[in-house]
């Protein structure tokens, strides 16, 4: 049993190279995206994939490049698919999103009148794990991102760590891998400049050489092509290609 893991995009929130940092979880049964940035539809077309063979949508936070493209797929599927798309988030999440949703939307006569009325909701508790499929289990982790707002990176299937955008947590990292079994890592990453909001590779580089083997770096800006070779034993996530987790 193999599941994959293909990027619509692995760019941050300004890249122009780079679709949003928006991932597909592949398994025989079941296809789960992973955020739906502003860019996320462009980039199903561009893949030559469809919204209507994803089971459900999963949202870490919100933010644009995470979100923004969720308006457009509710839309989709009502019109094309005659259905909604189901929608993963946390308990805590659903307010600010139909917030963000409201205010993503073209006016026109048929705007949802809830979060139900677009998706198909289903809550989240996060810290327990939730079985999507046969092969696919997630647990929800709260991680910092910015003050006062709730973001969730995501345990999959108990090994994998795959992070919402967040501020350097070192000390959660090395307990996932030596307390929890964790033996792959994807990781957002500002390669220029101060974090403040996210973890830059400075911070990254400084982990230890067991865990950063295991790390992928993904989230970046347009300049990544300057720092291939200096990541260490890290490696960049690659958007578009098919990785087998
Ligand atoms: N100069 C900036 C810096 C950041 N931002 C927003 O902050 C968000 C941080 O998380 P993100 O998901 O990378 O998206 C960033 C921008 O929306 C912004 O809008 N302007
Ligand atoms: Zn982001
Ligand atoms: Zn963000």
Known sequence: MTVNLQMLGTGDAFAKNYYNNNGLLLSRDYTLLIDCGTTAPRAMEKLGRSFADV??????????????????????????????MILLIADTLAEPLWESFQKNSPVTAHNPS????????RLLKPGSPHKLS????????RTPHIRGKES??????G??????????????????????????????CQLKGP???????????????DVRKMIRLMHYGDHKPQFEGKTAEMTFLEQHVIYAL
């Open 55 to 84: 089971n459900a949508v999963l949202i870490t936070h919100i933010h644009d490049d995470h979100v923004g493209g969720l308006p457009e797929l509710s839309r989709l599927m009502k019109t094309k698919f005659g259905r909604k």
């Open 195 to 209: 974090g403040e909001v996210h973890t830059t590779l400075s911070e990254l580089l400084s982990l230890p050489e």
């Open 114 to 121: 809830s979060l139900e009325d677009a998706f198909e909701v």
């Open 159 to 188: 090994d994998i760590f795959y992070s919402a955008d967040m501020i350097f947590q070192p000390e959660l990292l090395l307990k996932l891998v030596r307390k929890q079994g964790i033996r792959q890592i994807f990781h957002d």
């Open 152 to 157: 969730y990176s995501l345990l999959l299937g």
């Open 134 to 141: 046969t092969e696919i289990i997630l647990e929800l982790i």
